[in-house]
Structure formats: C-alpha cells, structure tokens
C-alpha cells in the first residue's frame, strides 16, 4: 500500500468547482488505482483582518475545514497571506498552518511521501514538511509557478525547493527546460503529462452545436481566464480579418473591460462574445461546436484546453509556448504561429478553408489520457519511495 499525502493550494472547492479541477482529476485517478490510499490538504490563504471580511475571503473563510470531496477525504487548513509582499511570506505561513493538522494526521493515516502539485507556495513547504516527517517529497511544476514565481522575491524558495526535493514533474518538456533554466537539477525531472477525459470530451454534431447558440457560420472558441498573459486581446483583433466567422471566449478575469472596449472599438459585438466563466462539464459542449479552438497565450505549460479541443476534433492554433510542439505534432492538430492577430487569422482561415478529419484530430489527443497520467504518477511515486527506504531505516 503506497500511502500518499497530496499537497495543492489550487484544488476544488463549494464556491469554486473549476478551480485547480485538472489537479482534482488527476488525484482522483491516483486514487482509484489498487494499492493506493491518499488523503489531500488543500489550504485555503487568507488576509489578516479586517480584509478577510471581504466578500471573496469570507465565502473562503466560510468552507469545511474537512470535507469528503468526491470520495476523496480533503483537508482545508487556513494559512496567511499578507497582500503586497509578492507571495515572499507563504511558505512559512503554509508550513506553521500545516504543522499540527499533520501532526494529529499522522497517527491515523502515517503517509509514505508528499505530492505537491503546483511548484509555489506547495513546493517549499512539501520540502520542509518532508524534512520533519521524513519522508519524500515529489513537487510538480505546471506554467505559471515557475514563469511567475520562480522570478522575483519568491525566485530563491522556489530554486531551493527544486533543489531540494526528491523527485520534480513538469507538465511539458518546455517546462521541463524552463525548469533547468533557472537551476533546477534536470536530471531528476520527469514529463508528465496532463489527461484529458475521451469520453466527456468528444466530437458531436457541430451544426446542431453551434446552431444551439444562434451561429451559422465558422466558430473560433476560445477558453482561458481573462489575463494579459492568455493573449485573447489579439484573437479578437484577428477576428477583424475574419469577416465570416464568430469567436466565444470562456473564461473570467481582470481583462474583462479592457476586452470589451478593445470589441467595441474595433465594431466586433455582433461576432465576438465574452462568455464569462463556463462550467467545466459545459466546455465540451463549445470546443465541440468550433471549427477552432485559438489561444494566443505568452507563456503556458501545457494548457489543458488544448488538449480537450482536439479531443473534441476540433484543432487549434495556438503560440509557440510551452508545450505547444508536444500536442501539435502533426498539421491535423492545427497551427502554431507567431503571436500576432495576422498570424492568427491566417491560421484559423487556413484550418476553416481546409479542415482536417475530425476523427484525425481526435487522434492527437489520444495519448493524453487520464489513465496513463495517474499510472505514472503512482510509478514517479513509488520510485521516490523505494530511493528512500534505506534512508528510512537507517533514521529508524
């Protein structure tokens, strides 16, 4: 019995179903295997008061602090977040609110290795956490913890945690060269890959789909929260050089008014439409009504949305970012271009004018499952532990 505590500050939770919800399916696939017993600590970061009276932080104040959560038993300790110190003071905090829930955890449930699954604040506390139970601790990078985190005052925390850890997973070999990039030992790096669920995400009736949401002609969808780094501003100013053609962006964010001025400005409000945030069950739905599926992002580590599009035959064009060169390994995938609106609308008007197979396009994802992402995280796991054993018994 391979016992495993999950580490993630970005997991699921009553008010925000979607949030982190490719960690909760990863997890929940780790613990379907045989020979696997699994418990996860999701911390919860608060402001010290009177901010942690706003409406966001008291909806966060106000969940279970544990819960079963999909027949997974969750953990949700808070810790303090102090605003406008650039994150440099998360892991001690994470660590000390830690510290006595796996204190008391340990005489019911005694864990053979941590799995922190985003580098930043989870990486650095798994590693001192790992320290004090003696165990070993395997940290996973996916995008934004290192191209965010892992620079600026949190950049050494980061580094050191790399270091430090026993075993490090990084969703792409982009991310994987990123990593090493910034010092961190790749030789003990693993690629793992994220999944995709074949069975929700899947072609249907694309005329029907896109008739349901009053659009006749070509769909470009888009999926991604409303940030700078996402590029949506430049699909929608290439959408101008697609006179015929419709673009639905799913997500939420900052961005939302700059996003719309730049659609008014450019006359784009009959074609463009920001959809706000979308259930993550109604996402297939959409990619599966595209013709396209375009995200312009500057920096990803492997999104999931573009493996769910072409999962759904539906290719995409997308920057050469991250992964991108992992999932577009043939032109039935789609396009990957330079980021800029011209690019973009070349590359969509190029898949419109000439689609590949639907049933082509499905094939690109078929190696993105979440079956072969939970089995080589049990097999990453159990080496670390395996390594670690005679270090165990030598401490004992």
């Known amino acids: 019995m391979l016992r495993v505590l999950t580490l993630a500050t970005l997991f699921p939770d009553a008010g925000r179903p979607d949030f982190g919800v490719f960690v909760e399916r990863q997890t929940l696939g780790l613990a379907a ?23 966001h932080y008291r909806a ?8 079963r959560w999909k027949g997974l038993e969750v953990f949700r300790p808070r810790f303090t977040i102090l605003p406008g110190t650039g994150g ?14 796996l204190d008391r955890l340990r005489s019911s449930f005694a864990f053979d290795v941590i799995d922190a699954e985003f580098f930043f604040p989870d990486g650095p506390a798994a590693v001192a ?27 050494a925390q980061v580094r050191r945690a790399g270091r430090q ?20 030992p790749a030789e003990r790096i693993r690629v793992h890959h994220t999944g995709v669920d074949l069975d929700r995400f899947r072609p249907l009736d694309r005329v029907a789909a896109r008739r349901e949401r009053g659009i006749a002609g070509p769909l470009v969808a888009s999926v991604g929260a409303l940030i700078p780094r996402k590029g949506h501003d430049l699909v929608i100013e290439a959408m101008a050089e697609l006179p015929e053609a419709a673009l639905l962006i799913a997500g939420e ?40 599926m375009a995200l312009a992002s500057a920096s990803e580590g492997l999104a999931n949305a573009w493996v769910e599009a072409l999962a759904c035959g539906t290719p995409v064009v997308i920057g050469d970012v991250g992964g991108a060169r992992e999932v577009v390994t043939g032109p039935a995938a ?17 898949l419109v004018a000439a689609p590949p197979a639907v049933d082509a396009v499905r094939a690109m994802a078929a190696g993105f499952t979440w079956q072969a992402n939970a ?22």
């Open 129 to 155: 956490l790992g320290r004090r139970y003696g165990v070993p601790v395997s940290v996973k990078a996916r995008g934004a913890d290192i191209h965010h985190w892992g620079h600026g005052p949190t950049a």
């Open 33 to 55: 295997l045989p020979g696997i017993e699994l418990s996860v600590v999701a911390p919860v970061g608060l402001p010290p008061g009177p901010l942690d009276r706003l409406a």
């Open 375 to 396: 089995a080589a995280l049990r097999d990453h796991l159990e080496a670390l532990c395996r390594a670690d054993a005679p270090a165990r018994r030598q401490r004992g």
């Open 165 to 184: 850890a026993d075993g490090l997973l990084a969703v792409s070999r982009a991310m994987r060269a990123d990593m090493a990039a910034l010092g961190l």
């Open 88 to 101: 440099r003071f998360h892991v001690p905090a994470l660590v000390r609110a830690m510290r006595p829930l």
């Open 334 to 350: 789609g396009r990957i271009v330079r980021r800029s609106p011209a690019a973009i609308a070349a590359g969509i008007a190029e």
């Open 253 to 292: 964010g900052p961005e939302r008014p700059r996003l719309e001025a730049l659609i008014a400005r450019l006359g784009l409000g009959e074609r463009v439409r920001l959809l706000g945030g979308v259930p993550h069950e109604a996402v297939p739905r959409l990619l599966a009504a595209a013709d396209v």
């Open 60 to 67: 966060l104040a106000s969940l279970p602090r544990r819960e």
